[in-house]
């Protein structure tokens, strides 16, 4: 009797692919994160997807929109990535968890990370999320050199775990959580000088990078910055993390954005697209002397594990997902379709001044907004208006796009005037031409900011009335 109450209000995984957009939206705002929901609804993200393949995802309605969001970076292969889909239906009667053994398929993966990452970096330690790798990393660089400070760098980010927050560059998430974890430093991105002075005193047990600045606004260092760090590291015997995630597999051009630059890291993150789109999963690979220096002993060998870290679903899907991004050479065509890509921004930029900025690497580009300069209104306003157009000026144009154009964008959670390109490496040039004229169309219709409030409000108040009647 007691188990049929319990069962009465529950609902099924086949009834959760019956519910309606409305349903959805209430179970999330009663049992998740009402302000998300919230934050969706007013820009009408709040759209129901129901099916997605390669670069495209449909809604409940059947409308195709083209995602040049791509997860952040986790869908280099595309949406349901058939290989991969099919590698994990060829596993489906293993063991998936069993620590108690030594899994063949995650040693197959750890040793193919080898052979493709440069310099000597070698043994990997899977997880689940990037915030993990990140983590994982920054405890191996203590336990390594039995030093405790770390340096970051002001705009990163590494993820939203307690470590990986602390050595994320913004305030904004740092500050309802604090105080962070002691010892964390940050300097400027890009500036060899300021780090220089950050390690001098030799007392840094690690100083952690991303190649580009993914949520700081697709930010690309000077030419040069990852050798010159390279060298600081070595002369002042710091470990070298280089964060991977969102730039590694092929997004930026290359395997690794490191790569560029001819630099091997001491340690490295890998996350995101490792697990082909489909199933969570994460690496950091080290080095053999940082490695042993830290788990290289019996009594030290399990000080870090994960439950649920290199799991024969995950990894299976991780050996896929590597397999078609070789044979493919999206690397490669990340490269061309990245720089065709960009010219074709350049053009818009000298077309609309709206367009502050177009930059990136490969299939990693950001369109950063020019915020509209209005002395009278700051003062009325006590400079709240200035902190609006910086704040929401990239979600109201990526609203433009996903609600009258049918293509997902989303803005950099540290520089929000920048909205975000990283569509799966599989996009064709047809694809990134739709873009290239629904932006034209958005900058030719809304000359400012100005224009972008007054043509998202709109919009946004034809959806609430639809939703309002239709509910």
């Known amino acids: 009797m007691a188990s049929s109450t319990k069962l009465s209000g529950f609902i099924t995984y086949k009834d959760a692919l019956k519910l309606t957009a409305k349903q959805n939206a209430e179970n999330h705002q009663n049992f998740i994160n009402p302000g998300l929901v919230r934050l969706l609804g007013f820009l009408n993200f709040d759209k129901l997807f129901v099916r997605a393949e390669n670069c495209s995802v449909w809604?409940?309605?059947?409308?195709?929109?083209?995602?040049?969001?791509?997860?952040?970076?986790?869908?280099?292969?595309?949406?349901?990535?058939?290989?991969?889909?099919?590698?994990?239906?060829?596993?489906?009667?293993?063991?998936?968890?069993?620590?108690?053994?030594?899994?063949?398929?995650?040693?197959?993966?750890?040793?193919?990370?080898?052979?493709?990452?440069?310099g000597e970096l070698k043994h990997s330690f899977f997880s689940n999320s990037g915030a993990e790798a990140v983590e994982g990393a920054l405890k191996l660089a203590r336990a390594s050199s039995g030093k405790s400070r770390i340096v970051s760098c002001e705009g990163s980010f590494h993820g939203k775990t307690f470590g990986a927050l602390s050595v994320t560059g913004r305030k904004k998430y740092q500050k309802p959580f604090s105080p962070m974890l002691p010892g964390v430093s940050f300097v400027p991105f890009g500036n060899a000088d300021a780090l220089r002075k950050a390690l001098a005193a030799k007392d840094v047990a690690a100083f952690i990078v991303e190649p580009i600045q993914g949520e700081g606004g697709i930010i690309v260092p000077p030419v040069g910055y990852l050798r010159d760090v390279r060298k600081i590291c070595s002369e002042t015997g710091t470990l070298f993390i280089v964060d991977e995630i969102q730039t590694g597999l092929g997004r930026t051009g290359r395997m690794f954005a490191c790569e560029y630059e001819d630099v091997s890291p001491d340690i490295m993150c890998l996350a995101k697209s490792l697990g082909g789109g489909i199933m969570p999963l994460a690496a950091y690979i080290a080095t053999e002397k940082v490695w042993k220096s830290a788990y290289g002993t019996l009594d030290k060998a399990v000080l870090h594990t994960s439950t649920f870290g290199g799991n024969t679903r995950a990894v299976t899907a991780g050996l896929a997902a590597l397999e078609v991004t070789l044979r493919e050479d999206l690397p490669g065509q990340a490269e061309e379709k990245g720089k065709y890509f960009l010219a074709e921004l350049q053009k818009l930029k000298l077309k609309y001044p709206i367009i502050k900025e177009v930059r990136g690497r490969g299939l990693m580009l950001g369109i950063e907004f020019a915020q509209p300069k209005n002395n009278f209104l700051n003062k009325v306003t006590r400079g709240n208006f200035e902190k609006l157009s910086y704040e929401y000026v990239g979600s109201l144009i990526a609203g433009e796009l996903l609600n009258k154009h049918h293509i997902i964008t989303a803005y950099t959670l540290n520089n929000p005037k920048v909205i975000r390109l990283e569509p799966p490496l599989t996009i064709s040039y047809e694809q990134i031409d739709k873009f290239l004229k629904a932006l034209d169309t958005v900058c030719h219709r809304n000359k400012g900011f100005f224009g972008v409030v007054r043509s998202s409000s709109k919009t946004v108040i034809v959806s609430f009335l639809k939703k309002k009647f239709h509910s």
């Open 59 to 118: 809604d409940s309605d059947g409308n195709e929109y083209i995602d040049f969001l791509g997860a952040y970076g986790a869908l280099n292969i595309g949406h349901n990535n058939s290989e991969v889909i099919e590698a994990l239906k060829s596993v489906d009667a293993l063991p998936n968890f069993l620590q108690i053994s030594l899994n063949p398929l995650t040693g197959a993966l750890a040793s193919n990370l080898a052979h493709l990452c440069p």
